[in-house]
């Protein structure tokens, strides 16, 4: 029997972060993994976006050159010159990975794990076993029952990104992450693209404010956008597929050469035979405690696979949960506190609470709202599309300080705008601290720099 400290199954960004973290604090590692080392994230979901999202940048770039007094001959993408440079840039950071996890304390084992025991996995017939185990195997795309959605040209993000030409029509059902993250670089690159989302905003999880204008901004980048749009079916005809949908009791449809399903993911609780070991479940995933703990003793459970906010560095931060458990170590880690970034163009970000939540918490908060308009390296980036929200406490003080808005604790954070997904870390660390807005305002910020938006 092979022996270590801890398994972890499923080497994505939670799985082997925590495994690499594991051995740096000298405890003997089995890492399994059935597929490429890296996870939904490097292999099929948010590096391989990032890169064509670069791409797309430098597409409109060109497009405006003129604007910056620069004569450009025009831009004609190459889509499979683009393709070929997301494989290249996955490549590069999986060997990263690989070479990582090849620390002596740390086995890396490729095939499907099942469960025999509680302390014991096999891998095609080899035991392994561990006095801790870490579940770490994601999610997948889930396809709604829509009649039509089984043509093979009606594909998830993970076939999406592996496309070798662009398709002249695209329709996207779901303005959530992926789908506006998508769509906004399909657009860059000429595709006809239309959004149908179910909701009245798009992006639902965000705050109301920034949902609105970042669609109004996405429309004017020559998308068009369609809410309260149910999906009834899809159908091949002469034209292509049509994407039949009910929009506030009347029947339309849009016509595509792809249709891009982006409507959310389930955690993959197929993957292992969960229920064989008792462990508990809820309808998103696997149940956890705060420590990421199931309801087996020494079973834990981190990233997709728990529901939540299925974000890589939500899995990593809730592996170094679990790690420090198992390790008997106290940390202050709060998992509630979680920055979230769209990558469209122009960008989003969040952290905290939004107005309609203070609101259905009965939370007293004011809100202090300024424009990339007003900021100096925005007009001479060209790029001042956009708004930062900061939510503050409102009523007594703060640390010590007098009562008032303006020294009320930061509660949360929205912005739309370039870079949104860089500065909000700055508005994350202030609020891990507890700090009040009096205290960013005391901050020196470099002029002239984006950051000073938050002033
Ligand atoms: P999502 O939950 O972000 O958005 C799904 C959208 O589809 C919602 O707006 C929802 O209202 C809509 N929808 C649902 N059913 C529909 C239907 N039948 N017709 C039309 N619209 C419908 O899901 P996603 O975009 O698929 O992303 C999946 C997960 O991956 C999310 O949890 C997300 O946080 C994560 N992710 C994050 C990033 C990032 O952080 N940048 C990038 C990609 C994915």
């Known amino acids: 029997m092979n022996r270590s400290d801890i398994i972890i199954i499923g080497a994505g960004p939670g799985g082997y972060e925590t495994a690499l973290l594991a051995a740096s604090r000298g405890k003997s590692v089995t890492i399994i993994e059935a597929g490429h080392v ?10 391989l976006t990032k890169s064509l999202c670069r791409s797309a940048e430098i597409v409109r770039e060109i497009g405006e050159s003129g604007t910056f007094g620069v004569k450009s001959g025009g831009c004609e993408v190459d889509f499979r010159a683009v393709m070929e440079r997301k494989n290249t840039v996955v490549e590069q950071l999986r060997s990263g990975v690989e070479t990582l996890l090849g620390h002596k304390l740390i086995t890396l084992v490729h095939g499907r794990a099942a469960f025999k025991s509680a302390d014991t996995v096999t891998v095609d017939g080899t035991g392994y076993t561990a006095s801790d185990i870490i579940i770490a195997t ?24 592996g496309m070798d030409s662009l398709p002249g029509r695209l329709c996207i059902i779901g303005a959530g992450v992926i789908g506006l993250e998508l769509a906004s670089v399909m657009a860059a690159f000429g ?6 989302e179910y909701c009245r905003e798009i992006l639902p999880r ?3 404010d920034i949902a609105k204008r970042l669609k109004q901004s996405l429309v004017k980048s020559d998308m068009s956008i369609v809410n309260q749009a149910m999906v009834q079916s899809i159908e091949r005809g002469e034209s292509g597929l049509e994407v039949k949908y009910d929009l506030k009791g009347r029947s339309e449809s849009v016509f595509a ?15 292992m035979n969960f229920s064989d070991m008792g462990i508990a479940m809820t309808p998103k995933g696997i149940e956890v405690d705060g420590n990421m703990q199931t309801s087996v003793p020494h079973i834990y459970a981190i990233g997709d696979v728990v529901g939540g906010y299925m974000l ?50 009965g939370i007293p908060y004011t809100c202090r709202k300024t424009f990339f308009r007003s900021n100096g390296k925005a007009v001479c980036m060209g790029q001042t599309d956009g708004i ?21 604790k930061i509660l949360g954070c929205h912005l739309m705008g370039p870079h949104a997904s860089d500065l909000i870390q700055e508005i994350t660390a202030l609020m891990s601290c507890g700090a009040t807005l009096h205290r960013l305002e005391s901050i020196i910020h470099p002029h002239p720099t984006l950051s000073e938006v938050f002033l």
């Open 38 to 47: 890296g996870g939904t994230c490097l292999n099929e979901g948010c590096i």
């Open 138 to 161: 994601g999610s997948k795309a889930y396809i709604p029952p829509i009649p039509g959605a089984d043509d093979p040209d009606v594909i998830t993000s993970r076939e999406f990104l």
């Open 191 to 196: 595709v006809q693209v239309t959004v149908l």
């Open 206 to 208: 965000f705050d109301a």
């Open 257 to 271: 050469d792809k249709v891009l399903v982006a409507v959310g993911r389930r955690a993959d609780t197929d993957a």
């Open 312 to 361: 890589a560095h939500e899995a990593v931060a809730q592996g170094r949960k679990a790690l420090d458990h198992i390790c008997g170590i106290e940390n202050d880690i709060d998992l509630s506190l979680m920055p979230s970034a769209v990558f469209t163009s122009p960008e989003a970000a969040c952290v905290g609470l939004t107005e309609q939540q203070c609101k259905e918490q």
């Open 388 to 408: 930062c929200k900061i939510i503050v406490a409102a009523g007594a003080g703060h640390d010590g300080l007098p009562s008032g808005d303006a020294d009320g």
